[in-house]
């Protein structure tokens, strides 16, 4: 992707509440403070007992958009609603998100073109009423031929601002993450909504141990959408973030090291290499 990322961290005691808009009757977009962590935790529960995932790919190979199976069985029978599937390989450089077709021997399918071979996670992701489960499974595609990802057509066009408040993310508690979007150098006022919000944001650490799904709590159209969570575990974690406009997708990748808490005796657990990797 292009998309240019400017990080601006903030230097300042962090503010409650930032404008979202110069007209004040306008509603204006709330950062949340960082100890009001309940709603902003991802409260999914991760391959509980009762469910199984079966995922299947055929002769998925690398290079070659394939058609991927999956179902969900559940001890009670819950019917699954808002379902997503999430991607990524083992070193967090793909990333793909769709929403599966269910079919009416109820299974779903998606269709997933892997740039490279070699392993890659699936968390699927749905609610059965007011609770999300998130069922992951690893599976390794083998050789085929090599892809590298192609910009999307006015990628060059957007120029994304962002700022971490607070500047340094502490396990948690909550960091918000304020993406300020514009195109071809006017601020965007005109988002496209998906799924009822205007930005999808999918996060793992190094290690693909804590998953984190999230959508900004109000969305304006731009052009500041602000997304609010909780990483609960330390170290480097991967953020990528996805917005629609004048009907195309775009995706904003982005990397945090969280902190332990100050004055908590936990050290930031770190792979082996923690600074190579990205």
């Known amino acids: 992707m292009n998309v240019r990322i400017i990080f601006l961290f903030l230097f300042f005691l962090f503010p409650s ?89 109820g299974a779903y399918a998606f269709r997933f073109n892997p740039p490279q071979p070699g392993k890659y996670r699936f968390e699927v992701v749905f609610r059965t009423g007011q609770e999300w489960v998130n069922l992951r499974k690893d599976m390794r595609i083998k050789r085929g031929s090599w892809k590298t990802p192609a910009a999307l057509p006015g990628d060059e066009d957007y120029e994304i601002r962002m700022k971490l408040i607070p500047k340094t993310p502490y396990a948690e508690h909550v960091t918000t993450f304020l993406y300020e979007i514009r195109y071809k150098g006017e601020p965007v006022t005109n988002l496209d909504r998906v799924d009822g919000f205007d930005m999808q944001v999918a996060a793992w650490d190094e290690n693909l141990r804590e998953f984190i799904h999230a959508m900004p709590k109000q969305s304006l159209g731009g052009p500041e959408v602000a997304v609010s969570i909780v990483f609960m575990k330390t170290g480097k974690h991967k953020v990528f973030a996805e917005f629609s406009h004048l009907g195309a997708m775009q995706r904003i990748e982005s990397v945090v090291r969280v902190y332990p808490e100050p004055g908590s005796e936990r050290p930031p657990i770190l792979a082996p290499d923690y600074w190579e990797k990205w």
């Not at 403070?33 to 309940?38: G, I, V, W, Y």
């Not at 935790?41 to 199976?69: D, I, K, Q, T």
């Open 17 to 105: 509440v930032s404008i979202a808009q110069l007209d004040l009757e306008q509603e204006v977009l709330i950062i949340p403070d960082t100890h009001n962590e309940k709603p902003y935790v991802w409260n999914a529960s991760v391959n509980p007992e009762g469910y199984e995932l079966s995922l299947s790919s055929g002769s998925a190979r690398s290079g070659v958009e394939s058609e991927f199976l999956f179902s969900v069985a559940s001890k009670e029978g819950r019917d699954e609603q808002d379902v997503h599937v999430f991607v990524t390989d083992e070193d967090l450089r793909h990333y793909t998100h769709v929403r599966a077709v269910r079919k009416s021997d």
